[in-house]
């Protein structure tokens, strides 16, 4: 009776013919998680910021709304006091809208240095890894070379 071939086996012999180092593949993977996560950092402080520009930029807002909605004397106050109003709302948007680009600018300056710093590293990982590889496959071929000697 025929038996089957044990594929396992042959695989398990074949891969064994080809040594695979994995340690490249996790010290991408920690590369790419460490990106991540100061990736992450850079957006989250990013997020607090614009958050507390925008509280503030509101609690300023309803504060001198106060102004405008007091019962005034004259006519010619309420025009005043709106004027003021809209005067401060535009000063306001202003120094806002400054400390939102400051915010964007800083995130992407973090972010292109974060891109660099990892490209750095990921081409210092990719070049270890092939020569460890190459070395490796000199060191087969050489030992395989003097074993048909």
């Known amino acids: 009776m025929a038996t089957t071939q044990d594929f396992t086996k042959m ?3 074949m891969m ?3 040594p695979m180092d994995t340690s490249a593949f996790q010290d991408a993977f920690k590369t790419t998680a ?3 996560e100061k990736m992450s950092k850079v957006a989250l402080e990013a997020a607090e910021k614009s958050n507390e520009i925008s509280s503030k930029w ?3 807002t309803i504060s001198k709304l106060g102004a405008v909605t007091t019962v005034k004397d004259e006519p010619t106050d309420y025009t005043k006091a709106l004027s003021d109003f809209a005067s401060a709302s535009a000063e306001m948007a202003a120094e806002n809208m400054a400390a939102y680009a400051e915010v964007a600018k ?3 300056m973090e972010t292109v240095e974060l891109l660099l710093a ?3 590293d990921i081409s210092e990982d990719a070049s ?3 020569k460890k590889a190459t070395d ?3 060191a087969a071929a050489k030992k395989a070379t003097a074993a048909t000697k």
């Open 11 to 13: 695989m398990q012999d």
């Open 16 to 18: 064994g013919s080809f």
């Open 34 to 36: 460490a990106l991540g």
């Open 58 to 60: 509101t609690k300023d």
């Open 106 to 108: 800083k995130v992407q």
């Open 118 to 120: 990892a490209g750095k």
């Open 128 to 130: 270890a890894a092939v």
């Open 136 to 138: 490796e496959a000199t």
